[in-house]
């Protein structure tokens, strides 16, 4: 366990670890595994009072579940998945223009699983407990200065307060600080990454961002195991079978639509006013009549909404010294094959061994630099940064045409994407 000293003047108290992993989403969650099973001390915070309660966007790819068989734990995200062997692209007019098999992949476990993402972070986090390391829940990073030979973070615990006396409001409020000394620091943080801003790395953007409202609910029967993903000149939506009968959809909207305004939250459940829950199945059988007018499959019930945006872009850096990205904090692409999340847990493993190479003397700090090298060579692949794959003689015009969009809906990277995409007549760029 790390090192711990109270200091009860200043309401601190100060905590040293070897690595400080910032986020508790699936990246950081396996980082803070790997390094602790590596016989490291590790400290993960998060700034959210729990994990997720919802299956936001967790597909898992063949290369995540090797490393979930690695880590011993596939067999518990198998027992609350769905199998998904195919992806089908569509037209709108429900014209079935191409599509990928999985099976071919030469990989130990060719094909996806799509799990709720609740209960993989807590499969994650229940491992993580047993190696003496528990998530600290409500802990936002509050300062980061790196230095020569480690770096000094202050991290805020959170604690609820109540104010006004007839109609009480519950805010949240720093009830003391942690200062944490570190060797290193894992960014794990998403999106917002608090540490890629605390670093001054600036983003990439590759693409124009992409407004998306999700819904998933239970259809009157069962669906297909396959993902579909509808591909217009200007929008993309797509079709997650999901585990207990269920689905979801996820539409993007073209410039002209009318968004949707749900907040992504954490409680456990989800519901609406009965009014407001008539309009959110009225809004989804209107976009599932425009954009999937062939699907018959029915609306029994609606589980749970959201309004999302994504961004096509990617960190300039994935660190430097003693501070390093993965995940959502050093990139977001289209929701579709769900290619942030799955890559981040491979930058998670490779950034924990090479962490742990460097703090056992094993190997020098260029490692870390190999690191980001690989993982920014590899992202502006599946970006199309540089170049989009490349049809070849016989490939359909519908597959040229929507090459990008196809690109980031496939559930795969590296060798595996490469195989995907030949199976449409396209060439890996």
Request: proline share 6%; aromatic share 6%.
């Amino acid at each position: 366990m790390p090192a711990l000293r109270w200091n009860a003047v200043r309401m601190s108290r100060y905590l040293e670890t070897e690595v400080l992993v910032v986020g508790a989403g699936p990246t950081g969650l396996v980082t803070a595994l790997l390094l602790a099973e590596s016989g490291l001390k590790v400290v993960i915070i998060d700034r959210e009072q729990r994990p997720a309660t919802h299956s936001y966007a967790c597909g898992l790819h063949p290369a995540s579940l090797e490393l979930l068989d690695r880590l011993d734990l596939l067999d518990g995200v198998r027992a609350q998945s769905r199998r998904i062997d195919r992806v089908a692209f569509y037209s709108p007019d429900g014209t079935r223009e191409a599509e990928v098999c999985l099976a071919p992949l030469p990989v130990k476990h060719p094909y996806v699983l799509v799990c709720p993402q609740n209960h993989l972070e807590a499969l994650l986090a229940h491992r993580l407990a047993e190696q003496g390391c528990a998530v600290r829940w409500h802990h936002r990073l509050a300062t980061l200065e790196p230095g020569p030979e480690g770096v000094a973070a202050a991290v805020d615990q959170l604690v609820g307060t109540a104010t006004g006396c007839a109609v009480p409001r519950w805010h949240w409020v720093v009830g003391r600080t942690l200062q944490v000394t570190a060797k290193y620091v894992v960014g794990a943080d998403g999106h917002y990454s608090v540490v890629r801003q605390a670093l001054g790395i600036a983003n990439e953007t590759l693409g124009p961002t992409e407004h998306y409202v999700v819904y998933e609910f239970e259809p009157e029967r069962e669906l297909a195991d396959e993902l579909r993903v509808v591909l217009t000149d200007r929008t993309k939506s797509v079709l997650w079978p999901l585990p207990a009968g269920r689905c979801r959809w996820s539409f993007q909207l073209a410039g002209h639509e009318e968004a949707d305004v749900f907040e992504k939250d954490r409680d456990p459940f989800w519901g609406e006013p009965p009014a407001r829950a008539q309009l959110t199945r009225q809004r989804l059988e209107e976009r599932l009549a425009a954009h999937a007018p062939w699907f018959d499959a029915g609306i029994r019930a609606v589980d749970w909404a959201v309004d999302i945006q994504f961004e096509q872009r990617l960190a300039r850096q994935y660190g430097q010294g003693r501070c390093w990205l993965a995940g959502d904090a050093a990139h977001q692409t289209s929701p579709a094959g769900i290619q942030s999340m799955n890559l981040g847990l491979l930058e998670a493993e490779d950034l924990a061994g090479k962490l742990a190479q460097v703090l056992r003397g094993e190997a020098s700090e260029s490692v870390l630099s190999a690191y980001e090298h690989v993982h920014l060579a590899a992202w502006r692949q599946l970006l199309g940064a540089e170049a989009l794959p490349a049809p070849g003689a016989a490939v359909k015009p519908w597959i040229t045409t929507h090459r990008r969009a196809i690109l980031s809906s496939l559930p795969a990277s590296g060798p595996a994407l490469a195989l995907l995409l030949a199976q449409l007549g396209l060439a890996s760029p």
